[in-house]
């Protein structure tokens, strides 16, 4: 087992890092830069190290740096939590070839997935579907209006290079190519340095289904159930949760497999997560797949009862992984909200500033994530999180009430939230009967924006939406 690690990250997977690392008996080291130095995760390490200004590309994505400081420090190993460098091939590379230990796949993984063009060839030769497309070297407009017509409209364009809704286009006819195009290949760019688009069939009303895997560096690869992660806004998750509801046995078990099937096709250690669009009909396609630990995780280890920062760390340590795929559990129900500081009523903006008052209600079924406390503040430099909200039930209902009391019973004072509209979401008949698509919150945003947090009053009038 590693006896050191550095956490490349910050915010709230660099705490939950922390917190395993530490039962372990690992001693942690963190970074921060000039605008974390009071930080939650800098205040819980065992020591830590300034990197940098507060602007991300000059402290937490200066991948000398964080390999300067690791071998300083002395440290084992490098967890790269997600976000920033958690999928930077180059960075991998950079901590192997210092001597490091990094904490999730090899770089050939990370670069097979890195590309969407590459990563559907890899996935159409082990068998798993993937969505019609053009993911061509030809760039140039006539070669995607006679490829997308072929596809049929309507069309996504997607950077080929990178991921977070950024850069994507829905395209409805030739006359909105050449427009979209160009505003895709511009903020693929200005994202991710690289402005390589790919056109795919836009599937209408899909469910966003993804599977969580583990390898080891033994070959064996297991799944640890799935996860539905539909509810979304601008291609951004919002609420997820496991198992994914609603699914047929066989539909559940073709995910299962084709994931299995990806992340062995790839040779994969450490945990991943392979994403699927689901159709109405039942069909499914590959969507891509996330080289390193996801947000949403906690879904599946409330499910599980598995702390996957552990099996992590022990898998990068040489382990095998701790339990095979039969011994694997699956317990009720889980869901997960995603607490921001933004304004809803404001297009989402963030809300940066000093938090006066945190209190978020810890009661019986629930567990708070979060990056801050009370009297912290949210940089604007970088992603506003301030928790995530989970729950556990029996069932999928239970864990829906029980998320919906921790959150209309939690206290945020300071910037602006999103917690009346992750608890207006939850009383929706259509959330509640499982009856959504990934463009649900798109559709129906100006009826899911109430002007404060509702109470109790107000969540029972919510439960007799129609919407």
Known sequence: MLRSLLIANRGEIACRVIQSAHRLGIRTVAVYSEADAGARHVRLASEAVCIGPAPAADSYLRVARLVEVALAKSVEGVHPGYGFLSENADFAQACSDAGLIFVGPGPEA?????????????????????????????????????????????????????????????????????????????????????????????????????????????????????????????????????????????????????????????????????????????????????????????????????????????????????????????????????????????????????????????????????????????APYYDPMIAKVIAHGADRNQARRTLLQGLLNSTIEGPDTNLAFLATLLCTRAFQRGEIDIQFVDRHLDQLLPAETPSIEAVAIAMAWTI
């Open 110 to 378: 990370i670069r097979a997935m890195g590309s969407k063009s590459l990563a559907k060839d890899h996935m159409s030769r082990a068998g798993v579907p993937v969505v019609p497309d053009y993911r061509g070297s030809d760039q140039s407009l006539a070669a995607f209006t006679r490829h997308v017509a072929a596809i049929g409209y309507p069309a996504m364009l997607k950077p080929a290079y990178g991921g977070g809704g950024k850069g994507m286009r829905r395209v409805e006819s030739d006359a909105a190519l050449a427009e979209a195009l160009a505003a895709a290949k511009r903020e693929a760019f200005a994202s991710f340095g690289n402005d390589e688009i790919i056109a795919e069939k836009f599937i209408a009303h899909p469910r966003h289904v993804e599977v969580q895997v583990f390898g080891d560096q033994n070959g064996d690869v297991v799944h640890l159930w799935e996860r539905d992660c539909t509810l979304q806004r601008r291609h951004q998750k919002i609420i997820e949760e496991a198992p994914a509801f609603g699914l047929p046995a066989a539909l559940r078990n073709d995910l299962r497999q084709a994931a299995i099937r990806a992340a062995k096709a790839i040779h994969y250690v450490n945990a991943g997560t392979v994403e699927f669009l689901v159709d109405t009909d039942g069909a499914f396609y590959f969507m891509e797949m996330n080289t390193r630990l996801q947000v949403e995780h906690p879904v599946t280890e409330a499910i599980t009862g598995i702390d996957l920062v552990e099996w992590q760390l022990r898998v990068a340590s040489g382990e095998r992984l701790p339990l095979r795929q039969d011994d694997i559990p699956c317990s009720g129900h889980a869901i997960e909200a995603r607490l921001y500081a933004e304004s809803p009523d404001k297009g989402f903006l963030p809300s940066p500033g000093r938090i006066r008052k945190l209190s978020l209600d810890r009661i019986s079924g629930t567990r708070i994530d979060s990056g801050v406390d009370s009297g912290d503040s949210v």
